[in-house]
């Protein structure tokens, strides 16, 4: 019997790391799951309503079947990957979006984690997700800042975790920036960074920081400016 951590190893991709929402935990998965069938590949649960203390929500990433059963030979299918979520005493949906990645399904786990948490307490919930004060929005107390005022304007948790991930990635080397700030903006489904304001970035552990993310570099000139360079980051695709 193949073992999940075979399986695992198979499908291993060069990918960042997914991080799950504070208050989720990852669950333990049968290590030699029934392949001929629908089975879990990751789990994860946290306490309903967010404060539960024995009825957990769970999310499940499955795998379709990896092999055939009523087939001759043992050539291995073309798996898929799609989430299963379970209410603690409520709804147990199944997605119906397939996705060849198990990277792919991991980042729609999260998005359903983060739903799931909107319908928490909003104490609770506002503690989690809630976070742009632990970012440095002036630029007079670091090199690394955010160009963010959450009373001018409301970003969407999907900007916010981004934002959170992309500044965290960057806070290590924030020693590195010199007497240049990097500034950063939450856009959509990016962040705009910009270093030294119009600079390019010529240091490679900086950009490496960033390795987790795609990166697409946007200039211009004007005569006003001159030249003008902006990094457009987003997740990796």
């Known amino acids: 019997m193949i073992k999940l951590t075979d399986i695992l190893n198979e499908i291993k991709i060069n990918k960042p790391t997914i991080k799950i929402p504070d208050g989720w935990k990852k669950l333990n998965v049968d290590p030699e799951p029934d392949l001929e069938g629908n089975f879990e590949v990751e789990s994860y649960g946290a306490p309903s309503e967010g404060s539960h203390t024995y009825l957990y929500d769970v999310i499940n990433i499955m795998s379709t079947p990896k092999y055939d059963a009523l087939a001759d030979d043992t050539t291995p299918l073309k798996t898929k990957y799609f989430v299963h979520t379970f209410i603690a005493g409520g709804d147990d949906e199944t997605d119906d979006k397939r996705y060849d990645l198990l990277?792919?399904?991991?980042?729609?786990?999260?998005?359903?984690?983060?739903?799931?948490?909107?319908?928490?307490?909003?104490?609770?919930?506002?503690?989690?997700?809630?976070?742009?004060?632990?970012?440095?929005?002036?630029?007079?107390?670091?090199?690394?800042?955010?160009?963010?005022?959450?009373?001018?304007?409301?970003?969407?948790?999907?900007?916010?975790?981004?934002?959170?991930?992309?500044?965290?990635?960057?806070?290590?080397?924030?020693?590195?920036?010199?007497?240049?700030?990097?500034?950063?903006?939450?856009?959509?489904?990016?962040?705009?960074?910009?270093?030294?304001?119009?600079?390019?970035?010529?240091?490679?552990?900086?950009?490496?920081?960033?390795?987790?993310?795609?990166?697409?570099?946007?200039?211009?000139?004007?005569?006003?400016?001159?030249?003008?360079?902006?990094?457009?980051?987003?997740?990796?695709?």
């Open 103 to 237: 990277y792919d399904a991991q980042k729609r786990a999260v998005e359903v984690m983060e739903d799931i948490m909107k319908d928490w307490d909003n104490d609770i919930y506002e503690t989690k997700i809630n976070q742009p004060i632990t970012f440095n929005t002036n630029s007079s107390k670091g090199k690394l800042w955010v160009d963010y005022n959450p009373q001018l304007r409301q970003i969407d948790d999907k900007e916010l975790s981004l934002l959170s991930r992309v500044y965290n990635a960057l806070k290590p080397v924030e020693n590195r920036l010199d007497d240049y700030s990097l500034r950063l903006s939450p856009s959509l489904d990016r962040v705009m960074m910009k270093y030294g304001y119009w600079e390019w970035i010529e240091d490679k552990e900086i950009l490496k920081a960033l390795k987790d993310f795609d990166i697409e570099i946007e200039d211009d000139y004007d005569d006003d400016r001159g030249q003008t360079t902006y990094y457009m980051v987003k997740d990796k695709q």
